[in-house]
């Protein structure tokens, strides 16, 4: 019923930038909190930022200062700036909703598959 699709990922030199896009598509209603958490192998998954429909941010704070989340609540569409990458960013970035779907009674929480960064030294 609902399908998020990652994009922006890839390979990129510490100190450089990607810019990190997560479209929804579907029988969407709306979507209240949409974030972005990342995973690597032997370490759990976290959460690395997530911004409400009225805009409000919170980050981890490995990354305050150098990411910046942001929506496009129009497109369906969350974004992930990433700048001052460093090779501890290196990581498969999922992106995750929760979106209200027609004929639903309550809101549906989604993930993408995921896209990879890899930041070199």
């Known amino acids: 019923q609902v399908q998020l699709v990652e994009s922006g990922g890839g390979l990129v030199q510490a100190g450089g930038s990607l810019r990190l896009s997560c479209a929804a598509s579907?029988?969407?209603?709306?979507?209240?909190?949409m974030g972005w958490y990342r995973q690597t192998p032997g370490k759990q998954r976290e959460l690395v930022a997530s911004?409400?429909?009225?805009?409000?941010?919170v980050y981890a704070d490995s990354v305050k200062g150098r990411f910046t989340i942001s929506r496009d609540n129009a497109k369906n569409t969350v974004y992930l700036q990433m700048n001052s990458l460093k090779p501890e960013d290196t990581a498969v970035y999922l992106c995750?909703?929760?979106?209200?779907?027609?004929?639903?009674?309550?809101?549906?929480?989604?993930w993408g598959q995921g896209t990879q960064v890899t930041v070199s030294s």
């Open positions: 911004i409400t429909s009225g805009g409000s941010a």
């Open positions: 995750n909703a929760d979106i209200w779907v027609r004929y639903l009674g309550s809101p549906l929480n989604s």
């Open positions: 579907g029988r969407i209603v709306s979507i209240n909190t």
